[in-house]
């Protein structure tokens, strides 16, 4: 079945250590996105790719970064200098330009 | 600054009533818009999106309302069913951009 896989679904982490989140795709859609749900303040853009090799920055990139060297792959790492890392993490594809986006089942990132 | 606004963070319906949430918008320049239902530890799904040029969309018991001069749009569920019971969030974007803007969500619980 075509759809968003991101793995893992829970994650531990000490702070002080880099994580990455693994989102994969097979929808061959062009666009891929991370978001971050914290409670109350609905889902916010981390880092965006339009395409393979190109990716921007969304409104709270820092402490973040990404790479984009498939179609199918947006692995998002969460560094050691992102003040607040524990929440939810959503992946999203979509065609480009985008419409609907279709997420992830998420990643649920704990610092302690 | 919140360009998309969900003011309600919470709303109880009684099941077979009306189920009416809304979203407030600041920016001008956003042309499509979007619903989405997310449950609990999973990705959210989408559910309804309407186009500018339009002012209303329906989609079985789901029907979205947009009042462009007062940058306001309404998702109407009826009749509301225990499994609506989700967090909803509305999304909006330009046409010349990939980002989808997302609202803070609000909590609908249908109730029997």
């Known amino acids: 079945d075509g759809g968003i896989t991101q793995s893992p679904k829970y994650l531990f982490r000490k702070e002080g250590q880099n994580v990455t989140l693994s989102c994969e795709q097979n929808?061959?859609?062009?666009?891929m996105y991370w978001y971050r749900q914290d409670p109350g303040q609905g889902l916010r853009l981390i880092y965006y790719?339009?395409?393979?090799?190109?990716?921007q920055k969304g409104d709270i990139a820092e402490g973040y970064s990404v790479s984009r060297e498939k179609k199918e792959s947006f692995p998002l790492t969460v560094t050691s200098a992102q003040k607040n890392p524990t929440a939810f993490y959503l992946c999203?594809?979509?065609?480009?330009?985008?419409?609907?986006?279709?997420f992830g089942e998420g990643s649920r990132l704990t610092v302690l | 600054d919140q360009q998309v606004k969900q003011n309600s963070p919470s709303l109880s319906v009684q099941e077979g009533r009306i189920s009416i949430l809304n979203c407030d918008y600041t920016?001008?320049?956003?042309?499509?818009f979007l619903w989405y239902k997310k449950y609990p530890a999973e990705g959210p799904t989408f559910l309804i999106s309407i186009s500018s040029i339009k002012d209303k969309n329906e989609d079985g018991r789901f029907t979205v309302f947009l009042n462009k001069s007062a940058k306001h749009l309404s998702l109407h569920i009826v009749p509301s069913q225990p499994g609506d019971s989700a967090v909803y969030f509305c999304?909006?974007?330009?046409?010349?951009?990939?980002?989808?803007?997302f609202g803070t969500g609000t909590r609908l619980q249908v109730f029997p």
């Open positions: 999304a909006a974007k330009r046409g010349d951009t990939d980002k989808l803007i």
């Open positions: 999203a594809s979509s065609e480009s330009p985008p419409g609907e986006l279709f």
């Open positions: 920016n001008s320049m956003f042309d499509y």
């Open positions: 929808l061959n859609h062009d666009a």
């Open positions: 790719s339009q395409i393979v090799n190109d990716f």
